[in-house]
C-alpha cells in the first residue's frame, strides 16, 4: 500500500527490494524509520536488512523462504502475535520521535491540496474524533516504541515457525494499545473479533478504562487511514472497500465508546 516491492537473486541467495511509492516521501520520515531499525536490531524481530538508505528508503532485506503472514481469522495465529507485540513493547525502547496521531490526522488533511473529502460527513466524524482525542489525553498509557504499523500482513510466520514483524515505516513513541487498534482495524474486524484480540494481548484480563481507550484509538485510527487513503486517491491510488471501512470505524467506535463508557 506504500511502497512498491521486487524479488531478486544474487549468489544463490533471494533478496527483497523496496522503493517508495507514489507520495510516500510526503509521507515517511526515512531518517526516523532508519534510527527505528538501529534500535531495535539486537532483538532479531524484523526482516533480515542487509542495506537501507536513510536518504530515499531503499532496503535491501533477503527473502525469508517458507514464510507466512498471520491469519487474523485463526485465534492461535493471533494469540502469537500478540504475544510477540507485547514481548516487543515491554522492552521498552526509546527513539527520538513521536508517532503523534491527531497530529497525522490533519497531516494528511492538508495534503487533499484543500479539496472536500469525499465523506460528506467528514467534519462532523473529526468533531466526534476530537472528543475521544481529549479522553486519551487523560488515561495512563504504556508510553514505548510502538510499531503503528502492527497489522496482520507484518506478521511473518517463519519456516522456523519464529515470528518476524517487519515493515516499521511509521513507528515511533507510542501507547502501545495503538498497536493492537490499528491490528484491528487492517483486519476488518467486527466488535466479537476486537474483544478476542484485546484478549489476547491481556491475557490476565483486561479493564474497562484499557478497553475503552483501545475503543478510542480504534475510531482516531480509522480516521487516520481514512485521510491518509484520500490522499493517495488523489495521486490515483484507491484502495475501495478498505478506506470505506476506516472511514466506518472512526464513526463506529465513538458510538461503542459512548455506550461502553455509560458503564464504569
Not at 133 to 144: L, M, S
Not at 164 to 179: F, S, T
Not at 234 to 246: D, E, H, S, T
Amino acid at each position: 500500500m506504500t511502497n512498491q516491492s521486487f524479488l531478486f537473486d544474487c549468489q544463490n541467495q533471494t533478496y527483497i527490494m523496496r522503493i517508495a511509492g507514489a507520495g510516500t516521501d510526503r509521507l515517511i520520515n526515512r531518517c526516523q524509520e532508519y534510527e527505528v531499525y538501529q534500535t531495535i536490531a539486537p532483538l532479531h524481530l524484523s526482516d533480515d536488512i542487509v542495506y537501507i538508505d536513510p536518504a530515499n528508503g531503499y532496503k535491501i532485506s533477503r527473502y525469508l523462504q517458507k514464510s507466512r503472514v498471520c491469519n487474523a481469522k485463526d485465534a492461535s495465529d493471533v494469540s502469537r502475535c500478540m504475544q510477540t507485540l507485547r514481548t516487543f513493547h515491554n522492552q521498552n525502547l526509546m527513539v527520538g520521535h513521536t508517532f503523534d496521531i491527531w497530529r497525522q490526522i490533519n497531516f494528511y488533511e492538508s495534503l487533499w491540496n484543500k479539496k472536500n473529502s469525499v465523506f460528506g460527513d467528514y467534519a462532523s466524524t473529526k468533531e466526534r474524533a476530537s472528543q475521544l482525542k481529549q479522553y486519551i489525553d487523560t488515561q495512563k498509557k504504556h508510553w514505548t516504541l510502538a510499531h503503528i504499523d502492527a497489522v496482520p500482513d507484518n506478521f511473518l510466520f517463519t519456516a522456523e515457525n519464529e515470528i518476524r514483524l517487519i515493515d516499521w515505516e511509521y513507528a515511533g513513541m507510542q501507547d502501545a494499545c495503538v498497536d493492537i487498534a490499528m491490528f484491528a482495524i487492517y483486519a476488518m474486524y467486527d466488535r466479537k473479533d476486537v474483544e478476542m484480540l484485546i484478549d489476547a494481548y491481556y491475557t490476565e484480563g483486561c479493564t474497562l478504562n484499557v478497553r475503552l481507550k483501545i475503543y478510542a484509538y480504534i475510531a482516531l485510527c480509522g480516521l487516520l487511514w481514512s485521510n491518509w487513503c484520500e490522499y493517495k486517491r488523489q495521486l490515483g491510488i484507491k484502495f475501495g472497500g478498505y478506506a470505506v471501512r476506516q472511514n466506518e470505524y472512526a464513526k463506529e467506535y465513538y458510538e461503542i465508546f459512548q455506550t461502553e463508557r455509560k458503564r464504569i
